[in-house]
Nanobody, 120 residues
Framework: QVQLQESGPGLVKPSQTLSLTCAVS??????????WSWIRQPPGKGLEWMGV???????YYSPSLKSRTSISRDTSKNQFSLQLTSVTPEDRAVYYC????????????WGQGTQVTVSS
């Protein structure tokens, strides 16, 4: 069973950088033909895909967030991370990490999510 667990600060000050990590167990993040995404859900809104890092280390980002988003990985720890710079209160959301097979649509495993609030 694949498990994903998000971790990071629940409170970030405006203009600072949000950093979250997703620890993966039950599968390697380098397993061929899988991708690992960050997705968020602001209060009262739908899910927003932020970006992805594929098994080969290539990354892709949402055009609306690309200038502020970076996804990286640590294969020795089997985890991947999100950095979102210059946060504002509009970045308040529940942040999820998830796995998706490249051969099908959708996500097959999700983390439980972590709440992030942006406030001074």
């Amino acid at each position: 069973q694949v498990q994903l667990q998000e971790s990071g600060p629940g409170l970030v000050k405006p203009s600072q950088t949000l950093s979250l990590t997703c620890a993966v167990s039950g599968d390697s993040i380098t397993t061929r033909n899988y991708a690992w995404s960050w997705i968020r859900q602001p209060p009262g809104k739908g899910l927003e895909w932020m970006g992805v890092i594929r098994y080969d280390g290539s990354t892709y980002y949402s055009p609306s967030l690309k200038s502020r988003t970076s996804i990286s990985r640590d294969t020795s720890k089997n985890q991947f991370s999100l950095q979102l710079t210059s946060v504002t209160p509009e970045d308040r959301a529940v942040y999820y990490c998830a796995r998706s097979p490249l051969t099908t649509l959708g996500y097959d495993f999700w983390g439980q999510g972590t709440q992030v609030t942006v406030s001074s």
